[in-house]
T-cell receptor, first 114, second 116 residues
Framework: AQKVTQAQTEISVVEKEDVTLDCVYE???????LFWYKQPPSGELVFLIR??????QNEISGRYSWNFQKSTSSFNFTITASQVVDSAVYFC???????????FGTGTSLTVIP | DGGITQSPKYLFRKEGQNVTLSCEQN?????MYWYRQDPGQGLRLIYY???????QKGDIAEGYSVSREKKESFPLTVTSAQKNPTAFYLC???????????????FGPGTRLTVL
């Protein structure tokens, strides 16, 4: 069965601190995709990144970086030099290679304090 | 601008009434989805459609119904049979439909439904 665990329910950091959001997944598939979405207070989920299971290279996009480790079934998300605008709920999701079904974690609520 | 629109943003319903939530996309995506979000929980799949005139139940379909008469539109009806309908409803779409390959899902702004 597919499962995504985001153990951190809420995190608070002071502006300019770095913060890492954890995501651990379970799947029996050898081919799968991992995603991160941001949900600001307005409610819409904003797509951040998609990773396939064969690509373990870390990715950096501005202040955002992602660390994918198949050995520990983790796909962690780090925000460097956090800003108030980063305050949101962040969701990690897993999908199979086919079938279009997504499995979401319960989300991590990040508050960046000015 | 291309995107997904949901209306209304806020919806109030009396117990025993059916209500329909709108979802429209102009991304030319084949697949569309409805999710329910409750506080402190992740998103749960209600229904999805990979092609016009076809749809499948998700994990929590009871008390809901959908139709897919046009590629651009996937309305969700919350019926009086849904025991606890107060929640935030999100619509999504993705490019891949019946090809089978999973594609990124993009989301609309959501509709917050409150049952009075």
């Amino acid at each position: 069965a597919q499962k995504v665990t985001q153990a951190q329910t809420e995190i608070s950091v002071v502006e300019k601190e770095d913060v890492t959001l954890d995501c651990v997944y379970e799947t029996r598939d050898t081919t799968y995709y991992l995603f991160w979405y941001k949900q600001p207070p307005s409610g819409e989920l904003v797509f951040l990144i998609r990773r396939n299971s064969f690509d373990e290279q870390n990715e950096i996009s501005g202040r955002y970086s992602w660390n994918f480790q198949k050995s520990t079934s983790s796909f962690n998300f780090t925000i460097t030099a956090s800003q108030v605008v980063d305050s949101a709920v962040y969701f990690c999701a897993l999908s199979e290679a086919t079938g279009n079904q997504f499995y979401f974690g319960t989300g991590t609520s990040l508050t960046v304090i000015p | 601008d291309g995107g997904i629109t949901q209306s209304p943003k806020y919806l109030f319903r009396k117990e025993g009434q059916n209500v329909t939530l709108s979802c429209e996309q102009n991304l030319n995506h084949d697949a569309m989805y409805w999710y329910r979000q409750d506080p402190g929980q992740g998103l749960r799949l209600i229904y999805y459609s990979q092609i016009v005139n076809d749809f499948q139940k998700g994990d929590i379909a009871e008390g809901y119904s959908v139709s897919r008469e046009k590629k651009e539109s996937f309305p969700l009806t919350v019926t009086s049979a849904q025991k606890n309908p107060t929640a935030f409803y999100l619509c999504a779409s993705s490019l891949a439909g019946t090809s089978g390959f999973t594609d990124t899902q993009y989301f609309g702004p959501g509709t917050r439904l409150t049952v009075l």
